[in-house]
């Protein structure tokens, strides 16, 4: 079973930047493709961005485009979301996923870490 741990997330204003960390167990990392989302309350969650295992080919959603970067160590069996430029409109639960199918990651994935709250403020 794959065991995913997000971590990273907090309070910044807006403007700034975080980067958010998955790190993952339990079978091979480089078996899995990686996927992050976010749901804001009363939202639904949506797709963020993903990466295939190798890391050569990555998908961000329009919204964060420029400003989000999708990265993985798999030395290090970790993911990453670099954040830039934060807008309060980015404030949501952030959540990575890993599917073995780089297709399916991109809409719901197989496995998800319990989330981490970004919140940006104006």
């Known amino acids: 079973q794959v065991h995913l741990v997000e971590s990273g997330g907090g309070l910044v204003q807006a403007g700034g930047s975080l980067r958010l960390s998955c790190v993952v167990s339990g079978r091979t990392f480089s078996n899995y493709a990686m996927g992050w989302f976010r749901q804001a309350p009363g939202k639904e969650r949506e797709f963020v961005a993903s990466i295939s295992q190798s890391g050569y080919v990555k998908q961000h959603a329009d919204y964060v485009k420029g400003r989000f970067t999708i990265s993985r160590d798999n030395a290090k069996n970790t993911a990453f979301l670099q954040m830039n430029n934060l807008k309060p409109e980015d404030t949501a639960v952030y959540y990575c996923?890993?599917?073995?199918?780089?297709?399916?990651?991109?809409?719901?994935?197989?496995?998800w870490g319990q989330g981490t709250q970004v919140t940006v403020s104006s």
């Open positions: 996923a890993a599917d073995e199918n780089p297709v399916v990651v991109t809409t719901r994935g197989s496995s």
